[in-house]
């Protein structure tokens, strides 16, 4: 019978600044909930849970499934708790590998946005360009990294993306180096809380739940040999527990 490792990680709120507190509430705005058919306990300060599958000691990661733009396109992407961006490979893309699903397309999404580098948006940029394009970049200690574009677009979250969706900004990767060419997972999805050190980020798909009060400030990871699974929220039995 497959050990399996559960643990959960809380985040802990700081106080926020007031030009801080206004881009919050202006993020909270712009995400728009809609849930379809989602059980009773997914709503409201509840849990969103989502299928893992992967591989620690060959592939070295586990991955998620997400749902992105509409009418949906799947993505597999690598749980990552050490960064906090959620990127996927999209049309244009120079240096992209061959992965699990066909890249994003965003010319086939009716709820797609490319966004430009309005600071009243209350989205981070890590660059621009001569076009107003807001450029982002994540390099990791190995020398992998991925870069592109922000983008904005319906996500679905939860059971294959059946229980909750909502606006969520991601980056539109249109360069992949390293290990991230040759890996089967399409992207990755950071978890780490984007609030560290107070440098300017974006929300992670946590952050993004929570504005939402979907859920609480909180999320897990359950691993068995192949399979496992990633919660947003706290569970229950752990909120008994507490």
Do not use: K, W
């Not at 989502?50 to 070295?60: F, Q, R």
């Not at 997400?66 to 960064?83: A, E, R």
């Not at 107003?132 to 990791?140: D, L, N, W």
């Amino acid at each position: 019978m497959p050990t399996s490792l559960s643990f959960i990680v809380e985040r802990r709120r700081d106080a926020a600044s007031p030009r801080a507190q206004l881009r919050n509430r202006r993020r909270r705005r712009r995400l728009q909930l809609e849930v379809a058919g989602a059980p009773r306990r997914q709503l409201g300060l509840g849990v969103v849970q989502e299928e893992i599958a992967g591989d620690l000691v060959n592939a070295g990661y586990f991955s998620a499934q997400l749902l992105v733009g509409t009418p949906p396109q799947p993505f597999s992407l690598i749980v990552d708790t050490g960064s906090s961006v959620t990127a996927i490979p999209c049309t244009g893309c120079r240096e992209c590998g061959v992965h699990s699903n066909p890249r994003f397309e965003p010319a086939r999404s009716q709820t797609f946005e490319r966004l430009g580098c309005d600071a009243s948006a209350g989205y981070y940029c890590a660059s621009c360009d001569a076009a107003s394009e807001c450029g982002y970049r994540v390099a990791y200690q190995e020398g992998s990294s991925y870069s592109g574009y922000l983008a904005l677009d319906t996500i679905r979250v939860g059971q294959g993306g059946a229980c909750v969706q909502l606006e969520f900004p991601f980056g539109c990767s249109t360069e992949e180096t390293g290990l991230f060419t040759s890996q089967q997972a399409d992207g990755i999805m950071g978890l780490a809380s984007s609030r560290r050190r107070g440098e300017p980020s974006n929300p992670t798909v946590l952050e993004a739940l929570v504005a939402a009060r979907i859920v609480p400030d909180a999320f897990s990871l359950c691993f068995g040999a192949a399979h496992g699974v990633l919660t947003f929220g706290v569970l229950p039995d752990a909120a008994d527990a507490a």
